[in-house]
């Protein structure tokens, strides 16, 4: 027989869960810091759409605020969306990764690479998305886009109280170091056994997987890929959408 009488393996699909349950305090009271507008835009959006623009990505689940799943699900029906990819609400948790976990179990079979992205980055550029995804196809079983840094980091002793001095104890080579940002790439079945074997907290999943002693792997991020936090990130993100809009009518 020959190999052209072999059925063509089938694609890799990809999937890409976007935890937006939390509250955002860090920005002000209001809404929940995902349903904040940009450009008159929720972030949400900008960010669901962010993925979206990958071909590669065929599915958007968006986990939600507990009690907010349909006015997330009204949210995305009333905003324009790519025909060729579908977008799924889930009810989150009460933690960013039991927020994960909950979107990770709402994935149907034949998904073998999910994203796991902040809705916070609302202007992660889609190569950036493309090099995340390209990669974990190569075999990573972990993927993060991430940037040098610019300032010099100093390891200190928390101060016992807030606000007062810190003891520095070291000095990390920045050359080593890299700030990480989203979307993360895995290996689905990765990524799961990394949920339901680390329980701890960590401020990432890329973490969670670096727990189970498999290399993470971090390919070159975008400056515009940036968390809004703070309302001077939203001043910038706004400048960051003005300048596209100008550019290139985005």
Not at 206 to 234: C, I, N, S, Y
């Amino acid at each position: 027989m020959s190999d052209d009488s072999l059925p063509a393996p089938a694609p890799v699909r990809t999937a890409a869960v976007i935890p937006a349950a939390g509250r955002g305090v860090r920005l002000g009271p209001g809404a929940p810091k995902a349903l904040r507008t940009l450009g008159g835009t929720p972030m949400l959006i900008h960010a669901v759409r962010a993925l979206a623009a990958s071909r590669s990505v065929s599915l958007v689940v968006v986990v939600a605020p507990p009690d907010g799943a349909a006015e997330v699900k009204s949210l995305l029906d009333a905003h324009a969306l790519p025909d060729r990819t579908d977008f799924v609400v889930v009810p989150g948790g009460e933690t960013r990764q039991e927020s994960v976990k909950l979107g990770l179990d709402a994935l149907p079979p034949g998904h073998d690479i999910v994203l796991v992205h902040d809705a916070a980055r609302p202007l992660v550029p889609v190569d950036t998305v493309d090099a995340v995804i390209e990669a974990v196809r190569e075999g990573a079983p972990a993927v993060v886009p991430g940037l040098p840094l610019a300032d010099t980091v100093k390891e200190v002793e928390p101060a016992a109280v807030p606000g007062g001095p810190e003891p520095v104890v070291a000095t990390p080579e920045r050359a080593r170091l890299r700030a990480v940002q989203t979307p993360q790439g895995f290996d689905r079945a990765t990524l799961l056994r990394a949920h339901e074997t680390v329980t701890d907290e960590v401020t990432d999943d890329a973490g969670m997987v670096e727990r189970l002693g498999l290399t993470v792997v971090v390919v070159p991020g975008h400056e515009e890929a940036f968390k809004v936090t703070r309302p001077m990130d939203l001043v910038l993100a706004e400048a960051v959408l003005a300048r596209r809009r100008l550019n290139d009518g985005y």
